[in-house]
């Protein structure tokens, strides 16, 4: 059961210099691997992400000291649905995709050495926001206006 768990989950790289980040440079500057990803700035609200095939000469037109900007994802992929969608008063039909995100904290303690080197002082869930975007969009940001808020509602099968 949390091999299937695990197969929805899509990975996230930094790019930065460490080995994950030197991996997602690799998989960020060609275009045949890139066409998987999402190219994502840390910041808040959504929106300015690069998408598949324009990552390489995104990177390229930007100084490799502001990469770090950014992180590398997979595309998630989910299958598509037709169903509706309140936005802006107005309901709008069609084909829509359902991401479900989850959060969680953890600190652990960090140091030079030590047996409590890595200790985990917390980890726990703390929340989840599903929310859906037409099928159509590459953005999904709620905030950037591209996606809704959605709710959960589940069933036996």
Same mark, same amino acid.
């Given at each position: 059961?949390?091999?299937?768990?695990?197969?929805?989950?899509?990975?996230?790289?930094?790019?930065?210099?460490?080995?994950?980040?030197?991996?997602?440079?690799?998989?960020?500057?060609?275009?045949?691997?890139?066409?998987?990803?999402?190219?994502?700035?840390?910041?808040?609200?959504?929106?300015?992400?690069?998408?598949?095939?324009?990552?390489?000469?995104?990177?390229?037109?930007?100084?490799?000291?502001?990469?770090?900007?950014?992180? =590398?994802?997979?595309?998630? @992929?989910?299958?598509?649905?037709?169903? %509706? !969608? /309140?936005? $802006?008063? +107005?309901?709008?039909?069609?084909?829509?995709?359902?991401?479900?995100?989850?959060?969680?904290?953890? =600190?652990?303690?960090?140091? @030079?050495?030590?047996?409590?080197?890595? %200790? !985990? /002082?917390? $980890?726990? +869930?703390?929340?989840?926001?599903?929310?859906?975007?037409?099928?159509?969009?590459?953005?999904?940001?709620?905030?950037?206006?591209?996606?809704?808020?959605?709710?959960?509602?589940?069933?036996?099968?």
């Amino acid at each position: 059961m949390a091999s299937r768990v695990l197969e929805t989950f899509a990975p996230i790289y930094p790019l930065d210099n460490s080995e994950a980040g030197k991996e997602a440079k690799r998989l960020a500057t060609h275009a045949e691997t890139a066409k998987r990803y999402v190219l994502k700035p840390q910041r808040e609200g959504g929106g300015n992400n690069v998408y598949r095939k324009a990552i390489p000469d995104f990177l390229k037109s930007q100084p490799e000291s502001h990469w770090a900007a950014h992180i =590398l994802m997979e595309m998630i @992929e989910p299958p598509a649905q037709s169903n %509706a !969608i /309140l936005r $802006n008063g +107005e309901v709008q039909r069609g084909g829509i995709i359902c991401e479900l995100g989850v959060y969680g904290v953890c =600190l652990w303690r960090n140091g @030079e050495s030590g047996s409590e080197k890595g %200790a !985990i /002082l917390e $980890n726990w +869930e703390a929340g989840y926001l599903l929310r859906t975007k037409g099928d159509q969009s590459e953005e999904g940001g709620v905030a950037a206006g591209f996606g809704a808020v959605d709710s959960c509602c589940l069933v036996d099968v």
